[in-house]
């Protein structure tokens, strides 16, 4: 049965009616439209389809609308608009992070998630926190090297 | 000014970091239906009847679609049309579908798909390929004995270069499918078109000129009315062929009709059912040296697993025969690989293409061969490998370019610090009682560019390029951009052919309707071949251009020179604008089809020349083997390449880290479990079929080392394939050595339990 549910969705406020049973991913990629969020498995583990809710990385594959509600999310598409996912956008394409591009938009967002928690990650943080993102293109090291060079660069 | 050669930014990245690229599941049309697949319930049986009367009641259902409802023919496939698009008289495997549900919503279609009935009745399930052969259960009746075909590749006389040996070493190993694992699960879509009896197709194809040729067969619209336009691919590794072409046949023929566009994805389970995957194959291997280790002969018998279709697999098994003895020196050869029919899941392209198996088993029978002779695994390599004179295995007399096998593993060993390395942990290793042990493995391969011999006369190239009156240089071509950066690569190569700025190039996507028919993107041959037709219609239009110059100039054009937006003449130099509008004022028209094809090269089916030319690769692992969890950690790999020419150099590294990394998969963890009483998969998503992640892979280095080809259009070969075929055989070879035993280990993937369970049998439990 549907409901309203209200939430800030990239720096804008939303009020739409869902089932709150419905996947999240599902809301945002037909209701919303908003189809930069991917879906490569279906059950969390995989990442594509990884969004930022109350700044915490989340597979919304796993998520369900009425746990939206309230929340503030950002997804691939508000990336551009902060400082930090526009530098991680700059960099994942001067470092060779991005081949095919399906993971591409779950990777950023928990590179953005990591370093919105930790601006200044050590190389192993950054591999963990893009650990639950599979990628079968680049072989990581190029997404890491990535993600290393947007904190260089925002500290600059 | 040189594009060629610069690491230019991809032409699609801002695309793909913004989230707007649109991939074949992005896609929505007005009126779309969603489909969805009913797939068999054994992977061996008579279908006795299917009732859909029942599903075409539910709730926003507008069709479901069966066989009797395609109206030509019933198969497809790129070679061997065995591949039913919908089962019809029987169910071969259990990634067969038997009708495909349309309806207003995905769930609709999800729910109406359970009440599909079929009837059937189960025959024996074949499912290991050494019962299959001359089994009475007969798969495709074409193939009475279940065998579909194979190369005995053969040069000299193997029983004498085993009478001459002074030392042998037979050895047996095993493959197991292996997963593509693009990230993005099958996504199609087909658009009837109202005003005639026309569809347009996206989604994640591969190749789409053979998906044209299927829906041609199957549907019976001309060509020219089956329009086909890949979305963005969401990686593909060989696998977005077959499978994406028979869902899209689905799409088409709901579309057509319903006259609604057909909207069709799989889950990831679905996807992992009905994909096809790399070849599982058993190898048996008798090598033959001299006392100081040189190679007398070679001796392999391999048997691949078909699956229920064909697919790619003699093809498959000529790439495993003609590549797998890898890049060595020897006088003798005989490598039998055949392929047999099964109902497990079908298995075609993936990524090296039947070569990965076989360097997997050849450079551990080398390490065995080097163990018992007495020399390390680096030496036993030096001593064999090909250099510039060399006759290959299969008899191909390597003097057109520089066969640089030598400089490439050496130049990996280097980075590798192999030789420190190794006697440093020969000593640590020389304790019993340590329990994290390392080990170190080298793989080499010289993989054939291109189809090969077994295509002889088929392969080729196609390109449509024109000039349009601003001077922008439109490209438009078939070889597909897959994730691997080929777009980017061929709008270089455009540039440099063309004499212009690499800003001054587009590249349209591919569309059938305005691409000319060309052979796909596989094989390792989109930038070789691509490249190629690029120059050729390059070539053609300075042709025209310099045809207007010399009218409206009145000036002789022998010698004419495009490069650098220039256009230079012995005592004039306009620009290339100036001389596209003295094109366009004479009403010609600067524009032109390039072809290329490849040569026929001299092969008789079992030696000779079974490629144009070859790339040449050497994969360096060092391991380290927890033997109390049986857990192996890489720690570092070294990938060095032989591009040719290195077209975007960044690109290239991309290929070497993606390939070290899928590499590492399928040494260490990829197992689709198959139960071979019914032919299922048990792991079917990402939560048991295991590939590497950030956390596995280390700080791996990829390494070029370029050699211009002489027999390519600008110098380069392309990278995919060769990028990955190494590396199963180095870091196994690293873990056998960590177990003090080469060879020890025989069948893939060395996963925890295989491990844990040789340390104890060679080390004893925890002291």
């Known amino acids: ?156 | 000014m040189y594009t060629v050669g610069q690491s230019v930014k991809r032409i699609d990245a801002d695309a793909k970091v913004l989230g707007t690229a649109q991939f074949g599941d992005d896609e929505r049309y007005p009126g779309m239906l969603y489909l969805k697949g009913v797939y068999a319930k054994y992977a061996h049986a008579k279908i006795l009847s299917v009732d859909t009367s029942e599903a075409e009641k539910m709730p926003g259902v507008a069709i479901v679609v069966t066989a009797k409802d395609i109206p030509c023919e019933k198969m497809i496939g790129e070679i061997f049309i065995d591949q039913y698009v919908l089962a019809d008289d029987k169910t071969r495997y259990l990634g067969d579908v038997v009708a495909v549900v349309a309806a207003d919503t995905q769930d609709q279609a999800n729910e109406a798909a359970k009440h599909v009935k079929v009837e059937y009745e189960p025959l024996p399930v074949l499912s290991d390929p050494r019962t299959a052969i001359g089994n009475e259960q007969v798969i495709n009746p074409d193939y009475p004995d279940n065998i579909c075909g194979g190369v005995h590749a053969l040069k000299g006389d193997i029983d004498k270069a085993f009478a001459e040996s002074d030392v042998i070493v037979e050895s047996h190993f095993e493959t197991g499918h292996v997963e593509h694992a693009y990230i993005e699960p099958e996504a199609v879509n087909a658009i009837p078109n109202p005003m005639r009896p026309e569809v347009t197709i996206t989604g994640s194809l591969q190749a789409p000129y053979n998906l044209r040729i299927s829906v041609h067969r199957c549907l019976g619209l001309p060509m020219s009315q089956i329009i086909i336009r890949p979305s963005a691919v969401g990686g593909s590794f060989g696998g977005k062929i077959e499978t994406a072409e028979a869902m899209a046949v689905r799409a088409a023929l709901v579309a057509l009709k319903t006259g609604r566009p057909a909207h069709y994805k799989l889950t990831r389970e679905e996807s992992i059912t009905e994909s096809y995957k790399r070849h599982p194959i058993t190898f048996d291997l008798k090598l033959g040296c001299d006392k100081e280790g040189h190679i007398k002969g070679l001796k392999v018998n391999a048997l691949g697993d078909s699956g229920a279709y064909i697919n790619m697999s003699p093809p498959v098994m000529y790439k495993t025969a003609t590549l797998g003895p890898g890049p060595y020196r020897m006088d003798a050869l005989d490598y039998d690989a055949v392929a047999v029919i099964t109902n497990n899941v079908h298995t075609g392209s993936m990524r090296g293409f039947g070569t990965p198996q076989a360097i997997f088993a050849m450079e551990n029978t080398m390490d065995m061969m080097a163990a018992k002779i007495g020399i390390s695994p680096l030496e036993m390599r030096r001593r064999n490998l090909l250099q510039n004179g060399d006759v290959s295995p299969c008899g191909h007399l390597l003097d057109f370019h520089e066969v640089s096998i030598r400089s490439v593993m050496e130049k990996a060993v280097k980075e590798m610090d192999y030789e420190r390395k190794y006697a440093e942990i020969m000593e640590e290793n020389r304790d019993p009682k340590r329990r994290k042990r390392r080990g170190l493995g080298i793989a080499t391969s010289m993989r054939g560019a291109s189809i090969g011999a077994d295509g002889n006369g088929f392969d080729v190239s196609r390109v449509l390029i024109e000039v349009m009156p601003d001077a922008n240089v439109h490209v438009n071509i078939g070889l597909v951009e897959i994730g691997q950066g080929l777009r980017t690569a061929q709008a270089e190569m455009a540039a440099e052919g063309m004499g212009v700025p690499f800003d001054r190039v587009t590249m349209g996507e591919t569309d059938t309707s305005r691409s000319p028919v060309t052979g796909a993107c596989i094989a390792s041959r989109g930038t070789m071949m691509g490249g190629a037709a690029i120059k050729d219609a390059c070539i053609k239009i300075h042709k025209i251009i310099a045809d207007a110059c010399a009218a409206v100039y009145k000036k002789p054009v022998d010698d004419i020179v495009f490069e650098n937006d220039r256009v230079r003449f012995a005592d004039m130099d306009i620009s290339f604008p100036e001389a596209v509008k003295a094109c366009y004022d004479r009403n010609m028209t600067p524009m032109a089809v390039g072809t290329y094809f490849v040569p026929v090269t001299n092969w008789d089916g079992h030696t000779g020349e079974p490629f144009y030319t070859y790339t040449y690769s050497c994969h360096v692992a060092e391991v380290e083997v927890d033997l109390d969890c049986g857990t192996v950690e890489v720690l570092k790999m070294v990938g060095c390449h032989d591009p040719g020419r290195a077209v975007n150099p960044d690109a290239v590294k991309g290929q070497i880290y993606g390939g070290l990394t899928m590499a590492e998969g399928m040494a260490l963890f990829e197992d689709l479990g198959l139960n071979r009483k019914d032919a299922s998969l048990k792991n079917r998503n990402y939560e048991n079929y295991i590939i590497p992640t950030a956390m596995d892979v280390p700080e791996n280095v990829p390494i070029i080392d370029e050699h211009h080809d002489p027999r390519t259009a600008f110098g380069g070969r392309s990278m995919g394939e060769p990028a990955t075929e190494p590396g199963a055989g180095a870091i196994t070879c690293a873990v056998n050595m960590a177990l003090g035993k080469p060879g020890y280990l025989t069948s893939l993937p060395f996963d925890l339990d295989k491990v844990f369970f040789a340390g104890q049998e060679l080390f004893g439990e925890e002291a």
């Open chain 1, 1 to 156: 049965m549907k409901q309203t549910l209200s939430f800030t969705l990239n720096h804008k406020p939303y009020t739409i009616e869902a089932d709150p049973c419905d996947r999240f991913l599902d809301v945002l990629r037909n209701d919303l439209s908003l189809r930069g969020t991917k879906e490569g498995c279906g059950v969390g583990e995989c990442g594509a389809c990884t969004i930022v809710i109350n700044s915490n990385a989340v597979t919304s594959c796993l998520v369900l609308a009425g746990q939206a509600d309230g929340a503030d999310i950002m997804t691939v598409e508000g990336l551009s608009e902060t400082e930090i996912g526009s530098v991680l956008q700059r960099c994942f394409i001067e470092n060779g992070a991005v081949q095919c591009g399906f993971c591409t938009p779950g990777m950023l967002m928990s590179a953005y998630a990591l370093l919105q928690h930790n601006p200044n990650p050590t190389r192993e943080e950054i591999k963990e926190a893009i650990a639950g993102n599979l990628c079968r293109c680049t072989g990581y090291v190029p997404i890491v090297n990535s993600i290393e060079a947007a904190v260089k660069s925002l500290q600059s």
